[in-house]
């Protein structure tokens, strides 16, 4: 994979809190904890679009005949079976 060269401009306290990571040895250079970070804000977008898939297919569903508590149960046991709870 091609990498691109950035130029990023922090404040002090900044650079000191990436250092920091650094020097308890969670990465081993400035890159490294950028490119974590942006792998994890990847991520929280995808739950993010997966979650708003869901919410706009369940309000655009019809409405349910079942109660609250059978719609928990029967969510708690598809977290069960695919290892989720």
Known sequence: MATVRK???????????????IEVGEFTNDSE???NLVRLDQANNAKFISLKTKLVEGLESSVSNKSLPDIMKEVEARMREDGSL
């Open 33 to 35: 904890y950028l490119r």
């Open 7 to 21: 130029t990023v401009t922090f404040t002090e306290q900044q650079n000191k809190w990436i250092k920091a990571r």
